[in-house]
């Protein structure tokens, strides 16, 4: 509904293991529900957050950017970002000279609907295919209008890579330390890190998913990460490698030695 | 010979929108018509906010000239409580069917009456989902022939048709009003909504009004076997009258005093 009717909703999601009640700990296994979730046609923002710090920042950014293009947003954390204790700077947004976007309401507006303003008409049911295509051709435009205004991501060390470690949310801490200590051994290692999952910084990725590197994808899921990159940087040369552990936490030092293995 | 004038639209319907789209002989345009000429009555054009459900409701998302939310199936009553709790000031109408209240929505329903938020639910029950083609809905009557009991609705494998003002009754506080009306008796019908507006107005109390109320599409009826099927047989399960009613509890304590 939020989807149809682009509502500005802001929503957090914790990702816990699954399918069904399964664990509650920990998981990227909401990945594609979050980015894809319903019909998979509805247009959405997601952040993907590896720290309280971000939790607290991406929260703010995602209320502005929900209100200025009226797609609904997530954040998207874990089980571990949910429960851990770690240090975070709350803070006074004003004081950071963070601008919020005007919110407006869609309901109540001042005057009598049908004498001094037309009413406020919502739906989310069409009479005809064609008007439905019509409104999704709209919707389409205006988040491809969107994208690279809002694009974010994280990269580092992959200029002469063999091999690039792509992992998100929480993981990327670990792809981050691995690359550092890889890198101080010598070795060509470089990480890519999406922060919008949807929409997707594919052109960035495709730029260095070239030649005959490998891009290692390193999630706590069986490839829902995965699926995003692959359909990012369809038609590139690198092969892709991947590093799944539905479920299950990821160490630096796995990845370490996953990187060793396949260099 | 004199013409008879036409019969003249509440102020707050939106002409644009008229003829409106549903079938002859629906409930649902008269319920409408109660609603419209009360929000007329009651000046409150420009504080209306409607919600409509899916189902033949939802054809009433461009009906009036009010702020209108079209929502998800069973989902009108929550929509609505977030619009109320956003705004006070505002009056909010969570319109739908027996089967958007009292099956998909029965869960939003309940929590919004325990919780006895200020707002007002009109449901229209024609004991059928009439949207999809005449199936099976909580209301439909034991021994009624709907598309999905052909033989007819069998009470022992199905249960009885849900009571649903009874059942918001016993789960509502002080200040709830409580009504089931007909639209074999608009007067009546239109002084419950009125009330169950004025209820919300008064910040009393979550308000509730169920009319009964004819689909001689899905019923498969002619216009005589359609209006029996309303003022008679419904009436043998569904009670019409007020369970609830803060203002007579009022009455009665001031006389008391
Ligand atoms: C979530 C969801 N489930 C099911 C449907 C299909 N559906 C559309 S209308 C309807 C039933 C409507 O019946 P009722 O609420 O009694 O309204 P009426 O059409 O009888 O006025 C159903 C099940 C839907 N649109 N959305
Ligand atoms: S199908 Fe029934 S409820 Fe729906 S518009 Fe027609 S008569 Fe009314
Ligand atoms: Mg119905």
């Known amino acids: ?47 993907s957050t590896s720290n309280h710090q971000e939790l607290f920042d991406y929260t703010i950014k995602a209320f502005n950017v929900a209100w200025k293009y009226r797609f609904p947003t997530f954040v998207l954390g874990d089980g571990y970002q949910a429960k851990m204790r770690e240090s975070v700077t709350l803070y006074d947004p004003d004081e950071k000279g963070v601008e919020y976007v005007a919110p407006e309401a869609y309901v109540g507006k001042p005057g009598t609907p049908g004498v001094d303003r037309e009413p ?25 209008k969107m994208t690279p205004e809002i694009i974010e991501y994280d990269q580092e060390a992959t200029d002469d890579a063999d091999v690039i470690v792509i992992g998100h949310g929480v993981v990327f801490r670990g792809v981050r330390d691995a690359v550092k200590e890889l890198r101080a051994e010598g070795l060509k290692v470089g990480y890519f890190r999406p922060i919008t999952l949807r929409p997707f910084p594919a ?59 396949v260099l | 010979m004199s013409v008879s004038p036409q019969p003249t639209m509440p102020k707050s319907w939106r002409v644009e929108s008229k003829p409106h789209k549903f079938c002859p002989g629906c409930g649902h345009g008269l319920v409408l018509k109660c609603l419209g000429e009360v929000i007329d009555e009651l000046g409150i054009q420009d ?14 998302w461009d009906f009036f000239n009010v702020d209108s939310v079209q929502t998800h199936h069973g989902r009108t009553t929550p929509v609505m409580t ?32 325990a919780r006895n938020e ?11 989902y009439a949207m999809t083609g005449g199936q099976m809905s909580p209301c439909t009557m034991p021994g009624q022939k709907v598309e999905t009991a052909p033989y007819g ?43 169950s507006l004025q209820n919300q107005m008064e ?47 009022k009455k009665e304590a001031q006389q008391n005093a």
């Open chain 1, 203 to 261: 052109e960035q990725l495709k730029a260095i998913a070239t030649g005959n590197r490998k891009l290692l994808i390193a999630e706590s899921a069986e490839g829902q990460l995965a699926k995003l990159v692959k359909d990012a940087i369809y038609g590139c040369t690198a092969e892709i490698v991947p590093y799944f552990r539905p479920g299950l936490g990821i160490t630096t030092e796995q990845i370490v030695a996953k990187v060793k293995e």
């Open chain 1, 120 to 144: 406020g008409l919502y739906r989310n049911t069409y009479n005809t295919e064609e008007e439905l295509f019509e409104v999704l051709q709209q919707h389409f435009a205006d988040f491809n």
């Open chain 1, 1 to 47: 509904m939020a989807e149809a009717m682009r509502l500005p909703t802001v929503t957090i999601i914790q990702q816990r293991g699954g399918p069904s009640t399964a664990t509650v700990i920990y998981s990227q296994q909401e990945v594609t529900l979050t980015t894809y979730g319903g019909n998979g046609e509805g247009m959405r923002i997601v952040y």
């Open chain 2, 47 to 60: 504080r209306v906010v409607f919600g409509c459900d899916i189902g033949c409701s939802l054809l009433s």
């Open chain 2, 82 to 113: 977030g619009i109320k709790r956003a705004n006070p000031d505002l009056i909010c109408i969570a319109y739908m069917g027996d089967g958007g209240g009292y099956a998909i929505g029965v869960g939003g329903i309940v929590n919004a009456a």
């Open chain 2, 153 to 195: 609705r069998d009470a022992e494998a199905t249960g009885m048709p849900t009571q649903g003002p009874e059942m918001i009754s016993a789960i509502t506080g002080d200040g709830a009003y409580v009504a089931r009306g007909s639209m074999a008796n608009l007067k009546q019908l239109k002084s419950y909504i009125k009330k």
């Open chain 2, 118 to 128: 200020k707002v007002t639910v009109l449901l229209v029950n024609n004991t059928v």
């Open chain 2, 203 to 249: 910040g009393n109390g979550f308000s509730f009004v169920e009319a009964l109320a004819t689909c001689p599409t899905n019923w498969r009826t002619n216009a005589e076997k359609t209006w029996e099927f309303v003022e008679k047989q419904m009436p043998q399960y569904f009670k019409v009258g007020e369970k609830k009613n803060p203002f007579e509890a």
